[in-house]
């Protein structure tokens, strides 16, 4: 990229706040996808960004973007690169779009139950603002201290207690984003309008491929009388499934559910281990009981057993852990780049596939088998928020190694692939990113060219994150 471009958007920015020097941009040569799971996307992470740019607000952002689209180069937003799927990597010769510094709570209302954050707001930040105004933030994922609301926005983010409040963009009442051509458009932030086509959700999931989101009105929640943690112990997954749909069918509505069996075996292995289901209800005190009554009662008929109830509350305490390692490790790193490629001594994956209820069963018993004769064993079996979310993860130790990335990388988009067939969805999660672009298409069929038509009308140049979600 030449000394022009850089000496452009200083103009635009600030000097201070756009720079091409390679300690600056260390941090934004990529997100937490590492090469040793990323298979076939893993040589388009080595691209080296042009320059990065720390916008303070949506004006200059406008102009950054309405400056890039005449000089047609490509625009890469940057949350707090936490994301799993490659959807923050950079585009060789990019600019990176930093919302580092866009980090203002702009106003939180208890009567409407709505806080209003820039994107550059850590999850965890907006948790505390919203807690000493006597709110809660629904979204609650691991990466609450490491991930940004306009990320979590963009990947349409789910999170511990997505069984009660849903998907990130489940809360969204309304958003601010700046479009390719510099526009910026507002849509309300109004429960439920039925006034056409809800602009927002052009922006939520679609990793800033449609805009660059520049403030969102969140729904918040009231603090609850009483919240309870809980965990029960069933022999076999099929056990604690069962038990989960059962409740669901009993109208039991958990705010958590964290179900799954771990194993550490050095082999694969068919027989079934037993399993453990974490979960919390929250609200008032008498219907909290209730729900948990019947609950024991649900899960007793399929042989569970309540656990510890120091267990229960050491999952809970602790599920940020993994976050916060992120943070210390890489994020707060003096080479995030060097620590985020990292040595691996195996290969692995963590799955996020959505099914219905009525396959779940029937998926994990095909991938068990497939994974067997494969020779990759099965870390971990879960259902996360809802009985159709379930979760694997499988590892592969190394052996020949890119042989072995290859070979992982195919029983991947084998087992995804399946799941799309049983008439699910590849990733329920984390979004597509760069990983998973070469699925899109079976995921979409048709409607992949509807979207490709909506993005061309917006961003003709395809500007914004181009090679992401839609090819």
């Known amino acids: 990229m030449g000394k022009g471009i850089l000496a452009d958007l200083r103009r635009i920015v600030g000097s201070d706040e756009a720079s091409d020097q390679p300690h600056l941009m260390s941090r934004y040569v990529g997100d937490a996808l590492g090469a040793f799971r990323a298979f076939q996307a893993a040589e388009r992470l080595n691209a080296v960004p042009g320059v990065v740019v720390w916008p303070q607000d949506s004006d200059q952002i406008s102009?950054?973007?309405?400056?890039?689209?005449?000089?047609?180069?490509?625009?890469?937003?940057?949350?707090?690169?936490?994301?799993?799927?490659?959807?923050?990597?950079?585009?060789e010769d990019c600019i990176i779009v930093s919302l580092d510094r866009m980090n203002e709570t702009l106003g939180l209302s208890s009567h409407d139950f709505t806080g209003a954050f820039q994107p550059g707001v850590v999850l965890s930040d907006a948790a505390s603002a919203l807690s000493g105004a006597g709110m809660l933030l629904g979204h609650d994922p691991w990466s609450r201290p490491i991930a940004t609301v306009g990320g979590a926005i963009s990947t349409d983010g789910v999170g511990y207690t997505a069984a009660r409040h849903g998907s990130m963009?489940?809360?969204?009442?309304?958003?601010?984003?700046?479009?390719?051509?510099?526009?910026?458009?507002?849509?309300?932030?109004s429960a439920k309008p039925t006034n056409g086509l809800p602009l927002d959700r052009l922006l939520i999931g679609t990793e800033g491929t449609f805009g660059v989101v520049t403030e969102a009105t969140i729904r918040t929640f009231p603090f609850p009388e009483k919240r309870m943690i809980a965990c029960v112990e069933f022999p076999t997954f099929e056990a604690g499934f069962?038990?989960?749909?059962?409740l669901y069918a009993e109208q039991v509505r958990p705010s958590m559910i964290d179900y799954g069996t771990e194993s550490d075996s050095?082999?694969?292995?068919?027989?079934?281990?037993d399993a453990t289901l974490y979960i919390s209800f929250e609200g008032f005190k008498e219907d909290v009981e209730a729900q948990w009554k019947?609950?024991?009662?649900?899960?007793?008929?399929?042989?569970?057993?309540?656990g510890s109830p120091a267990e229960a509350?050491?999952?809970?305490?602790?599920?940020?852990?993994?976050?916060?390692?992120?943070?210390?490790?890489?994020?707060?790193?003096q080479d995030p780049a060097a620590s985020r490629r990292g040595s691996q001594s195996f290969r692995m994956d963590y799955l996020h596939v959505s099914l219905p209820v009525s396959q779940v069963l029937e998926y994990r018993r095909i991938c068990k088998r497939l994974f067997a004769d494969r020779g990759i064993r099965v870390r971990e079996w879960s259902i996360w928020a809802r009985p159709e979310f379930f979760?694997?993860?499988?590892?592969?130790?190394?052996?020949?190694?890119?042989?072995?990335?290859?070979?992982l990388g195919r029983v991947v988009d084998e087992v995804l692939t399946l799941a799309q067939q049983m008439g699910g969805s590849m990733e329920y999660c984390h979004g597509v990113g760069m990983k998973l672009s070469h699925l899109v298409a079976a995921e979409h069929g048709s409607g992949l060219d509807v979207m490709r038509r909506l993005k061309r009308s917006i961003d003709p140049n395809n500007i914004l994150n181009p090679g992401k979600l839609l090819g």
């Not at 069962?242 to 059962?246: F, G, K, L, T, V």
């Not at 050095?266 to 281990?273: H, I, K, N, V």
């Not at 979760?391 to 070979?407: C, H, N, P, W, Y």
């Open 242 to 246: 069962q038990a989960i749909c059962r």
């Open 266 to 273: 050095a082999t694969p292995s068919e027989t079934d281990e």
């Open 391 to 407: 979760s694997f993860l499988i590892e592969q130790e190394v052996d020949d190694g890119r042989k072995t990335d290859a070979e």
């Open 169 to 189: 963009g489940d809360q969204v009442l309304g958003i601010e984003a700046v479009l390719a051509d510099g526009e910026i458009i507002r849509t309300r932030a």
């Open 63 to 91: 102009r950054v973007l309405r400056y890039a689209q005449q000089q047609r180069v490509p625009v890469v937003p940057y949350g707090g690169g936490t994301g799993v799927f490659g959807a923050a990597a950079p585009i």
């Open 294 to 306: 019947r609950t024991l009662d649900i899960c007793r008929r399929y042989d569970g057993a309540e």
């Open 313 to 333: 509350m050491r999952f809970w305490e602790t599920r940020h852990a993994s976050g916060e390692r992120y943070k210390r490790n890489v994020l707060e790193n």
